[in-house]
């Protein structure tokens, strides 16, 4: 096989397996969010805001009403990430998320947007969203009586990324959060303070890319931006925790 031929297999490669994490990054970000739904942008490369309709009255229109509102206005549901991972002449076709209820799992009942083909593992719990005051929101124009209404969104529970799995996950991310504030708050605990030096090492990890210090969490999710110092690099100040005051 030609080499240039190699070369461009392994771009490709790569480039796929560059997406691929970072469409988990765009998901995992979707998920955690409490106050804003996230969705993928027009230009299919970050994750932006999507505005939650309201009603003639100024009031958020609750999840259950959002599928009779999509037909009754010109307003569409966020958009999931399969637009960021497919490359094919479909792919800058809008992909709305389907609104469906969970019927299993711990969050049973509850209001979720997540991808209608069960493929590229967006989901967003909506309903704690619509409770919280910080959620933004627009008030979109309602159809014309001959205008044609926009079609059905179906939910195909398939193979490749279950609800389940995705949940699953979230439920895992909030315990980790829980055991990273523990860590943080024997650093200030007056009963049994402190960290041993495995334990902090563990705990905490600095980028080399822009010396950022962060949990190891977040580290695997940490965008790296380059360089943060400024000034003269070498005269980086060094705060020496080992010694105590001399007042």
């Known amino acids: 096989m030609a080499p240039d031929r190699l070369q461009t297999q392994a771009n490709v490669a790569t480039d796929r397996f560059r997406r691929e994490c970072q469409r988990e990054k765009f998901a995992a970000r979707a998920s955690d969010r409490k106050t804003v739904v996230l969705e993928l942008d027009e230009a299919r490369e970050t ?3 999507w505005y939650w309709p309201v009603n003639d009255h100024g009031e958020r229109v609750v999840p259950s009403d959002l599928a009779s509102h999509r037909k009754s206005h010109r307003f569409r549901g966020p958009r999931c990430l399969c637009g960021f991972i497919d490359d094919d002449e479909n ?15 711990p969050h049973v009942g509850e209001y979720v947007a997540c991808c209608a083909s069960s493929k590229c593992g967006y989901i967003v719990f909506i309903k704690q969203i619509h409770q919280s005051s910080m959620s933004p929101t ?4 309602r159809r014309n009586p001959d ?6 969104i179906v939910f195909l529970d398939g193979d490749d990324i279950k609800l389940q799995d995705v949940i699953q996950r979230r439920q895992l991310r909030r315990h980790e959060t829980h055991l990273v504030f523990d860590k943080l708050l024997k650093l200030d605990s007056f009963s049994r303070p402190g960290l041993t030096q495995a334990e902090f090492h563990h705990f905490l990890t600095r980028c080399n890319g822009c010396d950022l210090i962060m ?7 940490h965008d790296c931006v380059g360089s943060t110092r400024r000034g003269n690099s070498e005269e980086t100040e060094v705060i020496d925790l080992t010694t105590e005051d001399d007042e």
């Open 47 to 49: 994750l932006c805001v």
């Open 91 to 105: 792919a800058s076709y809008h992909r709305e998320a389907a609104i469906v209820v969970l019927t299993r799992g």
């Open 138 to 141: 627009m008030n979109y124009p």
């Open 147 to 152: 205008e044609a209404r926009p079609y059905e």
């Open 215 to 221: 949990t190891r969490r977040m580290f695997e999710r």
